[in-house]
């Protein structure tokens, strides 16, 4: 195979790979990469392997012939709650210390699952904070889960699997949190499914954090079985951005294989029960040589009974209560304390908001947008950030307005017509959200590739497109 394929030609393919997809493929695993492209051209409908060489050598791939190739160059294999101490650990030691803090400041949890393929993992997230927190439907708790590959991610966003997925998953999990479907398989409850937030995010090239497609302030990032399959520069870059992704003390959680001490420095590794945990902590960190670990309080390793013992919270009959005050703020406490807010004196109003925001602050940054809003009522980019914050707290009937207002200011806001897409998606309004994905694409087509969207922290137009056109499946 290789040899229809030039080692020249393969040579350079990898290199833009890895350029493009963030993806590794040493000489060694140029056949691999081989049967990869000969898929992925196979799909596309190029003759093999001269119309499929013509096609890599032009290198001006389109999205599509991007994502089938991520498609075909990436493992998708995941499964529901795969490696269960992790979860177990998340359920007994980080999520509960979590909620005591928040309790009294935001009732606000932020989980990512960044690499997410088919969903089973991001499900299981948001399965471990309903079985963890018996008063969910009082919190605005959310988990993302981003992936390149747009197939993977509406499989992930329709929630419906065959048993294979749960090889290996405790009864609990089938009786408690889906309904068989007509077709022999499984669905996830609505319950859940309304936690989940699925978007299309290429760790290796997109801008994380931001406001924009909502990686900031997390605090917990599972990005488990991802980074094994970067070039070591990609897996620097990427868990660097992720740890900016964090709020102080927050974690993220690599696969058994990938946890190792060079590539987390600015991290604080704990060991758990067995299960390797990277903290970003503001106290210096403690570097300690692999395979040497911290040793955790004695206190944190007891037995927390809760999570196994327990009745669900969270069933698929109380769903229309759950759905109901989910939405509304009215259960999001108004401050913010547990941590001081760290805000540069002097700043304005906006960006204040875009301070508190960014910290996770969301009902301190939220009353600065509104105080910039009621300085300037014309400035469309402060109507804008109301809306990313107001969908953050889990208000999107209020993101919505905001967003309405922006476009009464600033009919070309291109970030509002997207924004409009996905919230209108969200809300089931499936012609709403075609309208306003389409006038983005039509904007975005008068606009340089390399230019960059205002109000974006950073993202080309050539993305925004892309994103939008994952979106619309065009
Ligand atoms: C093996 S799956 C991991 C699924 C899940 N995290 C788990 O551990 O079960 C790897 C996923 O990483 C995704 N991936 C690969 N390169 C990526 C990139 N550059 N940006 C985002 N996702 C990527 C693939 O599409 C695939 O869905």
Known sequence: MIAALDTTLLGEVSGFIAERLGLHFPEERWSDLARGLEAAGRELGFEYP????????ARDLTTRQIETLASHLTVGETYFLR????????????????????VESGRTLRLWSAGCSTGEEAYSLAITCARTLPDLEAWNASVLATDINPKALAK??????????????????????????????????????????????????????????????????????????????????????????LMDGGYLVVSPAEAGNSLFPMFAMEDIGGVILYRKTSRPTCVVPWPSIVSPEPSALAPEPAFFATSTPLGLPREPAFVAAAAPAATVAPVESATPIIA?????????????????????ALVACRDAVAADRTNPAAHFLCATICEELGRPEEAVAALGKVLYLD??????????????????????????LAIALELLAHRSRDEIVPESDGMTCGRLQESVRAMTGA
Request: charge should be positive; aromatic fraction near 10%.
């Open 344 to 364: 540069p004196p002097g700043d304005s109003p906006l960006e204040l908001a875009r301070t508190y925001a960014n910290q996770g602050k969301l009902a301190a």
């Open 83 to 102: 490696d269960p101490a992790s979860f177990e650990v998340l359920a007994r030691e980080i999520l509960p210390p979590l909620v005591a803090r928040r």
């Open 50 to 57: 001269d119309a499929c060489k013509r096609w890599l050598t």
């Open 156 to 245: 992930a966003e329709a929630g419906v699997y065959s048993q294979w997925s749960f090889r290996g998953a405790p009864g609990w999990l089938r009786e408690r949190f889906l309904a068989p479907t007509p077709e022999g398989k499984l669905e996830i409850a609505p319950t859940l499914k309304n936690l989940v937030h699925f978007g299309y995010l290429n760790l290796a090239e997109d801008v994380y954090p931001s406001l924009h497609n909502h990686t900031n302030a997390m605090d917990v990032i599972f990005c488990r079985n991802v980074l094994m399959y970067f070039t070591p520069d990609h897996q620097r870059r990427v868990v660097t951005a992720l740890h900016r992704c």
């Open 411 to 436: 009919q070309d806001f291109v970030l509002a017509h997207h924004g409009l897409g996905g919230l209108y998606k969200r809300l089931g309004k499936h012609e709403k959200s075609k309208r306003h």
